[in-house]
DNA sequence: TATCTAATGTTGTCGCTGTCTACATGGTAG
DNA sequence: CTACCATGTAGACAGCGACAACATTAGATA
């Protein structure tokens, strides 16, 4: 048929969106660099050009995940609500994607990165918490949560719903619906914060703060 | 010197040990059953003979590790000071495993088990949960926390643990120390079951129940 | 006690992998 | 036009997991 020209033209691009679908097919360890060039019609060799080894064309895949990610939270939280609905809407955004790209949520959150593009994951990774952190803030002037250090609280939101995305894409919900337990945990973190932790509670040191 | 007698004796366990180590060390993608083999003296086709498969090995650190933890979160739980003092004393048991035991962590939750080992695997798995459930209808019944059902609260609260301690354990908490995280999640998620969540938030369904 | 069998360990082989090297091709800047 | 350099090819290498054939030995059975 049509013979391939020697240059591919768009491999790198070519071979991060199959190295994507194999991983949401396969996991990482279903990954192969040698199985993908033979995919995308390329020697064995070729994918080296574009990334130095498995780890750097992973951390792309990564990257990609978090910004594609990025994407459907910041749309989450520009639906036009109450700060509550607001933040249910991102919870829920975060959980499904989770539950539709499970393999690659893995990839996101995996900790071996090359010190390289460690930076650009890092920044990428940590936007959503910045908009929790943004949106308690906010909810807090407004006088509808209550006074507390807005970046432990943001960090508080995210570990939970982070716990919820990973076991919901595990299933491993042990019987529970992921709607009832986003549900749930929105739900609950949401009244944990409107009604505040009470002094007696806290370790003389929080208090000073 | 000594020259190994032909039959090791105590195999299986001397793979599963240092396995385990070599886990914690390097990951999972850093065991190797040759390597293996190497280090505990045995040619590279003994590990087979206890062990079908590698995955069949890492299911068995999986369990091993399920187990370690679940003595741990036991202790924990019985610690002799009120409800909500213990409740904090179990999460804070689980992410100290996890931020010291990261790697077998990671291992443990990871979702490819073979369909034998898998019940066991399940069960020994969920104990932490049906723990915490049977705490947090403990305190309902004492009055401390609102109404609310007890195993979708007690998942709720499992999966922000869960989230804490894979987070902790990946160094991802964003500058956050693991000690406040861990109280405020602790604090938030007491709070939050403490308070209840208004009827007017539920959708309709919810109050059926 | 003698024997037989199954469990355990060894050795060799297979195809696959990631990485490295040397070489081929061709787009593009001077 | 030419020279350069990014891109792609081809071959080699060691390490891997899995499998099969064979060796050794412990323990049950007679």
Redesign the interface.
């Known amino acids: 048929m049509t013979d391939q020209p020697y240059h591919h033209g768009k491999l790198r691009e070519a071979l991060l969106e199959r190295a994507v679908e194999t991983i949401e097919e396969a996991?990482v360890?279903g990954l192969s660099l040698r199985q993908l060039a033979r995919d995308v019609n390329v020697s064995h060799g070729a994918p080296a050009k574009h990334f130095r080894d498995k780890q750097a064309l992973i951390d792309a895949v990564a990257l990609a995940g978090f910004e594609s990610m990025n994407r459907l939270i910041q749309g989450a939280a520009q639906s036009g609500e109450d700060l509550?609905g607001r933040f249910v809407s991102v919870g829920k955004a975060y959980v499904d994607f989770a539950v539709e790209h499970p393999a690659l949520l893995?990839v996101m959150?995996?900790?071996?990165h090359h010190p390289d593009s460690s930076d650009e994951l890092r920044n990428t990774?940590?936007q959503g918490?910045h908009l929790a952190q943004a949106m308690i803030a906010e909810a807090q002037e407004a006088g509808v949560l209550a006074a507390g250090?807005p970046?432990?609280?943001a960090?508080?939101c995210?570990?939970?719903?982070?716990?919820?995305a990973?076991?919901a894409a595990?299933?491993?919900?042990?019987?529970?619906s992921v709607e009832?337990?986003i549900?749930?945990?929105t739900?609950?973190?949401?009244?944990?914060?409107?009604?505040?932790?009470?002094a007696a509670?806290?370790?003389p040191t929080?208090q000073l703060h």
């Open positions: 996991g360890e509550r893995t959150y995996s900790t071996k990774g940590v918490i250090n970046e432990t609280l960090m508080v995210f570990v939970s719903l982070h716990g919820t990973l076991l595990g299933g491993q919900l042990d019987g529970n009832d337990v549900t749930a945990t739900d609950t973190l949401w009244a944990g914060m409107a009604a505040g932790v009470p509670q806290l370790p929080v």
